[in-house]
C-alpha cells in the first residue's frame, strides 16, 4: 500500500503498481482513504448525561471494585456452607436480616443464618445463600432438603468490575450501557473528542430548494438531506452550505468557506466526466484531490483527498449512490476522524436470496434489499425491485444492502448471498 502523499498520487499515478484511479475496486478505495485521515485530537470534558454517541478521549481506569462487596444475587438466607456440611444439619436458627444498603453487623456462627435480601452484604461467617423459596420455615428457623452448594447465589467483590482495570478505553463509542457503567463507578464527567464538524453542499443547476416551484427538468435537492440525516446519526456537528450552482467561481468560494469551517467537507455531485462537472478541475486546481472510478454499482465516480486542512469527499450525483457511498467509504473514514482507532466494519451476514439477481461480474454491487422472516421463521432476503442509482424509495424500503462481491456473477434464487444490515448503523 501507498505511503505517498496525496499530491503524489494525483500527480503520478503510476508511482503505484497496484493504484489505477479508473478501475478502483472498493477495499483499495477503503485502505487509501484510511492512510490520509487525521483524526481530531482536541478534548473536551462533558458530563454523563450528554456522553451518549461521543467518542472517548482518555481510557477510564476503575478506581473501585463493582460491587464493593460481596452480596446476596437472591432474597433468601444466609449460611456457612462447610458448617452445613460437616455437621449434616440444616435445620439453621435465624438470627437476623440483612438489606440492601442496611448490613448485618454480627457474626454468623455453626447452626446460624441471617435473613438477606438481593444486594445486601453477605454477613461475615457466611458463604452461601438459600433462595427462600427453597427453605421450610419454622418459628425463627428454617431447614431446606437440598445440598447447598458453596457460594451459590453470591456475587462477589469486583465480579463485574476490579480495581485498576481498564473498564473502557480511548476512542470506545460510548453507548446506553457504557452510561450504566460508568455510573456504576460513580464517574459523573468524562473527557470525550470534541465533535468533528462536518460541511456539506449540494452542486447542480437543476436543484432547487424545498420551497420553490419547480420548473421543467429542476429536481428538489434530496442529497443534502440524506447527508443531513446520515451526518446527525454518525453524531458529528454539521454545517449545511445549501445548493451551489455549476459555477466555478460560486463552488470555489463556498470549498474555500467550507475550509475554513470544517475538519470534513462532503459534496455531491458533478464529480463525474460530464460537460457541467465543474469539481474536477476545480479541485484540480485548489487541493490534493483524486478522483477514482470506483468498481462499484452505483456508486462508480468518487473524489477523495484534501481541500487545505480539510478532509474531502466528493460523492455521486444520484441520490442512491450517495448514500451508498456513504455507508461504504464516508461512515467509516468518519468513525476513524472522531477517534476511533479501529472502527467495526459493517457487519456481513450470509442469508438466502428469495429471487434471482443479474449481476456483471468485476465490480461490487450494493443492490438494495428487504431482509424478512419466513413461514418458519428463517430469516431470508429479496431485492427492493428497480436498483437504479435514481430510485431513492429504494433506500426507504430497504433495510439492508445485498452486497454482490467483484467475482459474483448471476445468481440463481435461493442462492446465499451477503447482506449489511442498514437497521441502527446511522
Ligand atoms: P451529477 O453527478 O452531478 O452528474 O448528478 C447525477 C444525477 O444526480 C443527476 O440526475 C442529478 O440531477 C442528480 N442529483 C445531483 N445532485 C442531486 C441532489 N442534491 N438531489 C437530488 N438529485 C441530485
Ligand atoms: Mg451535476
Avoid at 175 to 200: C, E, H, P, T, W
Avoid at 244 to 256: I, K, R, Y
Avoid at 371 to 388: A, E, M, S
Avoid at 404 to 411: I, K, S
Wanted: charged share 20%.
Amino acid at each position: 500500500m501507498s505511503t505517498k502523499s496525496i499530491s503524489e498520487l494525483v500527480n503520478n499515478a503510476s508511482c503505484q503498481d497496484d493504484y489505477d484511479p479508473n478501475s478502483m475496486q472498493v477495499n483499495q478505495a477503503r485502505k487509501y482513504i484510511r492512510e490520509y485521515l487525521s483524526p481530531v485530537s482536541e478534548k473536551e470534558n462533558i458530563t454523563l448525561h450528554s456522553a451518549l454517541g461521543r467518542v472517548l478521549a482518555e481510557d477510564i481506569i476503575s478506581e473501585s471494585n463493582v460491587p464493593n462487596h460481596d452480596n446476596s444475587a437472591m432474597d433468601g438466607y444466609a449460611f456457612n456452607a462447610n458448617d452445613v456440611a460437616k455437621t449434616g444439619e440444616s435445620r439453621l436458627h435465624i438470627i437476623g436480616t440483612a438489606f440492601a444498603g442496611n448490613a448485618f453487623e454480627g457474626v454468623i456462627a455453626q447452626g446460624e443464618c441471617v435473613r438477606i435480601m438481593t444486594g445486601a452484604v453477605l454477613p461475615k461467617g457466611a458463604d452461601t445463600v438459600i433462595a427462600q423459596e427453597r427453605v421450610t420455615i419454622s418459628e425463627e428457623s428454617i431447614s431446606f432438603s437440598e445440598n447447598p452448594k458453596q457460594g451459590m447465589n453470591v456475587r462477589y467483590a469486583g465480579e463485574d468490575l476490579k480495581i485498576g482495570q481498564v473498564v473502557l478505553g480511548a476512542g470506545h463509542v460510548i453507548k446506553a450501557a457504557d452510561l450504566g457503567l460508568l455510573a456504576s463507578l460513580g464517574v459523573g464527567q468524562i473527557n470525550v473528542y470534541r465533535k468533528l464538524r462536518v460541511a456539506f453542499f449540494s452542486t447542480g443547476d437543476e436543484l432547487v430548494s424545498i420551497g420553490q416551484v419547480l420548473k421543467t427538468g429542476q429536481v428538489y435537492d434530496s442529497n443534502r438531506y440524506t447527508l443531513y440525516g446520515m451526518l446527525t446519526r454518525l453524531g458529528v456537528e454539521v454545517i449545511d452550505m445549501g445548493v451551489v450552482g455549476d459555477n466555478p467561481e460560486m463552488l470555489e468560494q463556498t470549498l474555500v468557506n467550507a475550509a475554513a469551517a470544517a475538519d470534513v467537507i462532503i459534496t455531491s455531485g458533478g464529480v463525474s466526466v460530464g460537460a457541467a462537472d465543474f469539481m474536477k478541475e476545480l479541485l484540480a486546481k485548489m487541493g490534493q484531490v483524486v478522483f477514482w472510478k470506483i468498481a462499484m454499482k452505483p456508486g462508480r465516480p468518487l473524489a477523495y483527498g484534501k481541500v487545505g486542512q480539510a478532509h474531502y469527499f466528493g460523492l455521486p450525483g444520484n441520490p442512491v449512490a450517495v448514500m451508498v457511498t456513504f455507508y461504504q467509504f464516508v461512515r467509516e473514514a468518519m468513525l476513524y476522524l472522531m477517534g476511533q482507532p479501529s472502527p467495526t466494519p459493517l457487519p456481513l451476514l450470509n442469508v438466502s436470496c428469495t429471487e434471482e439477481i443479474r449481476k456483471l461480474k468485476g465490480r461490487t454491487e450494493f443492490q438494495r434489499g428487504i431482509l424478512f422472516t419466513d413461514d418458519d421463521g428463517i430469516w431470508k432476503v429479496k431485492p427492493t425491485g428497480n436498483q437504479g442509482s435514481g430510485i431513492l424509495s429504494s433506500m426507504s424500503t430497504a433495510n439492508c444492502f445485498i452486497v454482490l462481491h467483484a467475482d459474483t456473477g448471476n445468481l440463481e434464487a435461493g442462492a446465499t448471498v451477503q447482506v449489511q444490515i442498514l437497521e441502527g448503523i446511522i
